[in-house]
């Protein structure tokens, strides 16, 4: 049982880095970096969010659904 929860959180930190080195782009307006999300994929947003809330506290760097406007 602990080695299925190793494995999921191993899952989930890998799934979260992928999306954010995949997705991330420095805003002009403030020169923060954010990590944008597919405009269609809220679930994403959601089951992510815990890991953007970590990855701001310790490297400043934001979450956006869509592209900034």
Not at 13 to 38: A, C, H, K, Q
Request: charged residues 15%; aromatic residues 14%.
């Amino acid at each position: 049982m602990k080695r299925i929860l190793v494995v999921l959180v191993a899952i989930y930190i890998i799934g979260y880095l992928t999306l954010r080195i995949m997705n991330s782009e420095v805003w002009d307006e403030d020169g923060r970096t954010y990590v944008i999300y597919p405009e269609g994929a809220i679930a994403l947003y959601y089951v992510f969010r815990p890991a953007a809330y970590v990855d701001d506290l310790l490297t400043g760097t934001g979450a956006h659904i869509g592209p900034h406007q």
